[in-house]
């Protein structure tokens, strides 16, 4: 494509040629210059191409003139791309010192200044000399403040100092797309989650995460939007506002749970987790369900569900414990004692331990010591000692998974 522009070029120039030679080939004209008493006669010919040569001969000793210069700047460049891309790969293999050398030098060079004083200033920071990386900062804000930014937002945001994320951040005018993500991560730990939301559309348009992490960042903003919830009623009118998608998912649900039992609404959070439970089980929302408080004007509601639960799960450790929470609030104790030994079968850990004993010490049984110390035992994934009182019949029923058919009454295997 270049030599058929070059080529078009030359043919131009000479059509060009050929139109001044006919026009001036009828009348060559005359050109006098008078200067100091002396009087020089040429045609405007023979004038114009004396001044196009004398522009190209002035040219050319110009252009000779800067070959040095520029042979100079051109060795200088590459010398500083290399010892760019030499930083960088020693920054990459954890060599800070050489790193930080390379790249200090490399910024030098205009063209590569942003990329080797961030590389410069990481460097400096893991070899701890703070004096250098702020040198190096401040040198990258002058030079680039949007990256500058974009690197100092990043810093903070990973201490926890999200209110300085954002303010750093206002440096840029326009935010790309890493500064749009780490807008929305700042504003989901600044307390501020129904703001990130906001930029989900921003954050999709611009293909700033993949489809798979867009969705993951979408139920912890909506999941941290509801905790945050100052009150009741705004509570309420954000999950009215979610999909029926999202009202089924863990993250979401059990968020919306626990901020309402806080804020008083025990009983809607119970529906919403007896909602999610019927589209799509989940252990931890069963467990969860057993743990909120309950409310007076509930009654045996949510126990009889959990027992209509049990019924379709049995072999559920979640549902299990939940329901010896609620055995317990109700003071069935023994019923609580026999659930919780059967989660214990069915796999659940430390919690089902600590219910165990919850329930020993409340008859004031020697038990309670064990089963305190197997909750230990098992949250440290150390094996849990043996404890007595349990008939082998017992043991076995605890075990035993309950046989689980399909729609069409045939056998399935147990998860």
Not at 104 to 123: K, M, V, Y
Not at 290 to 315: F, I
Request: aromatic share 6%; glycine share 6%.
């Amino acid at each position: 494509m270049k030599l058929y522009r070059t080529l078009l070029l030359w043919l131009a120039l000479a059509v060009l040629g050929a139109l001044a030679w006919h026009w001036f080939s009828q009348d060559l004209g005359d050109v006098v210059v008078r200067f100091r008493g002396l009087t020089y006669t040429t045609t405007l010919a023979f004038a114009l191409a004396a001044w196009i040569l004398l522009w190209f001969l002035l040219w050319a000793l110009w252009w000779l003139v800067k070959l040095p210069i520029r042979a100079w700047r051109r060795h200088a460049r590459a010398q500083a791309r290399n010892r760019l891309v030499n930083g960088l790969e020693a920054l990459h293999q954890g060599r800070w010192a050489r790193a930080a050398s390379l790249l200090e030098r490399a910024a030098s060079e205009r063209s590569e200044r942003s990329l080797a004083l961030l590389g410069a200033r990481r460097a400096a920071a893991e070899l701890g000399d703070t004096e250098a990386a702020a040198r190096h900062q401040a040198a990258l804000l002058k030079h680039d403040a949007g990256t500058a930014a974009l690197d100092q937002a990043e810093r903070l945001l990973a201490q926890g100092r999200a209110a300085e994320a954002l303010e750093a951040l206002t440096a840029c005018t326009s935010l790309p797309p890493r500064g749009l993500r780490l807008q929305a991560e700042a504003l989901a730990a600044a307390g501020r989650a129904d703001e990130a939301l906001a930029l989900l559309p921003a954050l999709r348009r611009e293909q700033a995460l993949g489809h798979a992490a867009l969705t993951e960042a979408e139920l912890r903003y909506t999941a941290a939007s509801l905790s945050q919830a100052p009150q009741s009623n705004t509570l309420m009118q954000r999950w009215r506002a979610l999909s029926s998608k999202l009202t089924t998912e863990p993250m979401v649900v059990s968020a919306f749970a626990r901020r309402a039992a806080q804020l008083g609404l025990e009983s809607e959070g119970a529906d919403a987790l007896a909602a999610a439970l019927d589209a799509n089980w989940d252990e931890s929302l069963a467990a969860l369900y057993g743990e909120l408080p309950r409310d007076a004007s509930e009654g045996d509601k949510r126990l009889q569900r959990a027992e209509v639960w049990l019924a379709q799960h049995p072999s559920s450790p979640g549902l299990l414990c939940g329901l010896a929470r609620l055995y317990m609030e109700t003071s069935q104790w023994a019923r609580a004692e026999d659930h919780l030994h059967r989660a214990i079968a069915q796999g659940a850990g430390a919690e089902a331990w600590e219910l165990l004993g919850h329930v020993f010490a409340h008859h004031n049984d020697p038990r309670a010591a064990i089963a305190y110390a197997n909750a230990l035992r098992a949250s440290r994934g150390e094996a849990v000692l043996a404890l007595d009182g349990r008939s082998l019949r017992e043991q076995i029923a605890d075990r035993a998974v309950a046989e689980l058919r399909n729609e069409h009454g045939l056998p399935l295997l147990p998860r």
